[in-house]
């Protein structure tokens, strides 16, 4: 029964071990077949063929996700066209697949390099911190890590405190309330132009009914009382002479002043003495 039992321990530790080698080996068939993807990916970077290379590496993850160096050189290409939201997420997924530290420090450094770029100074901080753990002798990421201290510092100044926050709200609110009133008083403005407008329209209507019916009869009115002033003065008053009677006598007066006039130089010619001339 022993025997038994150690022969089954045995066959079952020999199939064990077979199998592990077995997965072994498809696992470093698929570890092969993944890199072989990366490199010809990288022949397609390099000829800044960047479709190409995306297809790689997307082949090359695919083959197996958990080989981070697929993820960090299809990051490196993603940074190098500005595609930053990718290549942050590509380098997070290198740093969670890497299985050294020498590829978690690469991958936290350009995390934080892509992190500046995108004005998130404290998470850039933290991601250098964590570069740093895996390679503490790398000066480069030290000197990142002090800018991003800076920059997080600057930032923070710079944000508004919570009281500063609150007085903000509150001028909202009353600039907000202010607009409100604006708003009333310009449609109570308007409301009373229109009226106004309306008001005036009546009182034009109503001057131009008055202008009908009264201003010409004034006119005529005041026209009449000047004629009737004329011809008062030229009417001779109560025991006074008319022009054209004074005219009148004048001229009388003239005619009969001729005539006597007259009469005296006939008779002055009349007894005139008449000389002779002598005879000689």
């Known amino acids: 029964m022993k025997k038994t039992l150690s022969y089954i321990l045995f066959f079952f530790t020999i199939a064990l071990i077979a199998q592990d080698k077995n997965e072994e080996k498809a696992l470093q068939k698929q570890t092969n077949k993944a890199l072989s993807y990366v490199a010809e990916a990288n022949d397609y970077a390099k000829s800044d063929d960047f479709v190409n290379a995306e297809m790689e590496y997307r082949k090359a993850l695919s083959t197996k996700p958990s080989q981070s160096v697929g993820a960090y050189n299809l990051a490196y ?57 895996n390679n503490p002798k790398d000066d480069e990421t030290r000197y990142n890590l002090g800018l991003a201290k800076d920059c997080a510092k600057n930032q923070q100044d710079d944000e508004p405190q919570e009281d500063d926050k609150d007085g903000e709200n509150n001028r909202d609110k009353d600039e907000n309330q202010n607009e409100d009133q604006k708003e009333n008083n310009e449609k109570q403005q308007e409301d009373q132009d229109q009226k106004d407008q309306k008001d005036q ?33 030229q009417q001779p008053q109560q025991g006074q002479l008319s022009p054209q009677q004074i005219k009148n006598l004048l001229e009388a007066m003239n005619n009969q002043e001729q005539k006597v006039q007259e009469k005296i130089n006939a008779q002055k010619v009349k007894g005139a003495k008449v000389q002779t001339d002598k005879d000689w």
Do not use: W
């Open 77 to 133: 290409q993603y940074y190098q066209k500005g595609s930053l939201d990718e290549a942050l997420y590509r380098n997070q997924q290198a740093a969670k697949n890497a299985t050294d530290k020498v590829e978690k420090h690469r991958a936290f450094h350009n995390i934080g390099n892509i992190l500046m770029k995108k004005e998130k100074c404290k998470e850039a901080v933290e991601a250098y911190k964590n570069a740093l753990r």
């Open 201 to 233: 329209g009546d009182q034009d209507k109503k001057e131009g009914d008055q202008d009908q019916d009264g201003n010409p009869k004034d006119n005529k009115d005041q026209d009449q009382k000047e004629g009737d002033q004329d011809n008062k003065q």
